[in-house]
């Protein structure tokens, strides 16, 4: 696998400028009425100014439902969706599209771009030494005909090409190797180079794996008790304390459940919506939940700020740009400025410019 690419076609903005000229696709879900007013969300120190030129896309290209968003080294913005074209945009810190992947897998890892668009889920990266990687997470098919594919998760480099398998049916190899997820959602990787899995929409399990995916441990199930999960949908290894930690978004149980580096139960975060994943940043922890809400935390799992509630307007939530519908992810860049994708048709990838940084 060391020579494949989830994505051997990709596009560079000269490729856009030269097959469709500067004009890009009108911007998504804006004010109604196009005004100029600034849109904010946030309080006290996490006040933040909506970009609303953020994220075009050029004409004929479009998002699906929202999956995730990361930033790398560099502060280039990785946006994911359940879509055919692109299947992956990745934009500067500006708001410049830099590259779109798309992707007739064939014989690379035998998907076409539809049988992407029916799996794709999670994306994370992580600084591993002086290198970059990130790690995809595919769900299961839900096609109703036909063999089921998804459940795999891989590593790459930034250019997408494929470091490592684990996954279903996998061929066992130096770079692969078979591990029944059932539908995996998420990764998170510890500073001593551990990863963890979470099967969020399958057994309920999380796993933890060394640094060349050997298998270490496995907790979980299905449940309400601690150490038991209901849709263990996102998963972080957060260093905000003395040592570090394993934050797990038990989502439908409204809870962050924490733990140790060996997956022992330490304590358990209420006062949480249907939370999805983390992200951490200049000492917090950001919490997109999919409740129509990011929640941010401190050190201590205390609420610090909350941001854009948009209970009640799920219904029309274009016409107010200051809340969120249903945030699925969410990054960071060096700056603090913050982008949020969503679980909605278009995706409403967008980027919020910190204020009073």
Do not use: H, M, P
């Given at each position: 696998m060391t020579d494949r690419y989830l994505f051997p076609c990709r596009q560079t903005r000269r490729d856009f400028l030269r097959t469709a000229g500067l004009a890009l696709a009108a911007p998504l879900l804006t004010c109604a009425d196009d005004s100029p007013?600034?849109?904010t969300v946030g309080e006290g120190a996490f006040r933040y100014e909506l970009d609303p030129n953020w994220g075009r896309l050029p004409a004929g290209m479009s998002y699906g439902?929202?999956?995730a968003v990361v930033v790398d080294g560099q502060d280039r913005v990785f946006v994911t969706s359940r879509s055919t074209n692109p299947c992956v945009a990745i934009f500067d810190r500006e708001g410049q599209l830099l590259e779109t992947w798309?992707?007739?897998f064939g014989e690379k890892i035998g998907y076409s771009v539809e049988q992407y668009k029916d799996t794709a889920h999670g994306l994370y990266w992580s600084r591993e030494g002086?290198?970059?990687?990130?790690?995809?997470?595919?769900?299961?098919?839900?096609?109703?005909?036909g063999p089921k594919f998804g459940r795999r998760v891989y590593k790459t480099d930034l250019k997408g090409k494929v470091?490592?398998?684990l996954g279903p049916g996998v061929k066992e190899s130096s770079n692969s190797q078979a591990f029944d997820f059932t539908n995996p959602t998420d990764v998170a990787v510890a500073p001593n180079g551990d990863i963890y899995i979470v099967d969020g929409y399958g057994s309920q399990k999380v796993h933890r794996f060394d640094k060349n995916f050997k298998w270490l441990k496995t907790i979980g199930g299905p449940g309400k008790d601690h150490g038991q999960f209901n849709v263990c949908h996102g998963i972080w290894v957060?260093?905000?304390g003395k040592e570090p930690e394993v934050y797990i978004a038990d989502r439908h149980n409204d809870r962050i459940e924490v733990f140790s580096l060996e997956l022992e139960y330490k304590r358990t975060v209420g006062d949480i919506r249907t939370p999805c994943c983390f992200y951490q940043h200049q000492g917090h922890l950001f919490v997109p939940e999919l409740g129509q809400r990011v929640t941010v935390l401190d050190a201590q799992d205390r609420v610090a700020a909350r941001l854009g509630d948009g209970k009640g307007f799920e219904?029309?939530?274009?016409?107010h740009p200051d809340k969120f519908a249903f945030p699925h992810a969410l990054t960071l860049d060096s700056r603090g400025d913050l982008y949020v994708i969503e679980w909605l048709p278009d995706a409403r990838p967008r980027k919020f410019r910190r204020l009073n940084a």
């Open positions: 007013a600034k849109v439902y929202g999956c798309s992707n007739d002086d290198q970059e990687f990130l790690y995809w997470t595919e769900n299961a098919s839900t096609n109703k005909e470091l490592y398998t957060s260093t905000l219904k029309e939530i274009a016409r």
